[in-house]
């Protein structure tokens, strides 16, 4: 039996999110700043098969999304319509990344989970089985360390 001559892939997971200044589909600039480092800085042109992208967005469940207003009428169907015009925004907002990989040829995966974006995504990167975890900095430095504090306690 011949052995597979392909070299393992390195499972990249990057956390995206979208802009509070621009607001959707915009991404915020943290997170094209750590989709565009991975381009530029740890996945070669010609390396690139031997890399698989995984794009995790993670939605934030709004507790009441209606904090502003003093009263409100609402029906199912518009709690419904609420629910789907988010996910319809988290999809388009991996679609700005997804994009790019597919030109460039870059092996990736997307999607979306629900809830406390520190937990989320360590959780998902255990599940996935991420070789490298890359996030935004906020502004807050390169690495910050309480998310580093965070993912090495729980990831």
Not at 120 to 140: N, Q
């Amino acid at each position: 039996m011949a052995e597979s001559s392909q070299e393992p892939v390195t499972r990249v997971l990057v956390a995206v999110n979208q802009s509070s200044v621009k607001g959707y589909p915009c991404p915020s600039l943290s997170s094209n700043g750590a989709f565009n480092w991975i381009l530029s800085k740890l996945i070669r042109p010609c390396c690139r098969q031997r890399y698989k992208l995984l794009i995790l967005h993670v939605q934030v469940p709004d507790e009441d999304p209606f904090d502003d207003m003093d009263s409100l009428y609402a029906t199912a169907e518009d709690f419904r319509d609420m629910k789907h015009k988010e996910m319809k925004r988290g999809l388009h907002l991996l679609q700005r990344f997804v994009k790019p990989c597919n030109e460039l040829q870059l092996p990736c995966e997307a999607w979306i989970k629900k809830g406390d974006p520190k937990e989320v995504i360590c959780k998902e990167s255990r599940r996935v089985r991420a070789d490298m975890l890359v996030v935004g900095s906020r502004g807050l430095g390169t690495l910050h360390s309480t998310a580093w504090r965070f993912c090495t306690h729980y990831g």
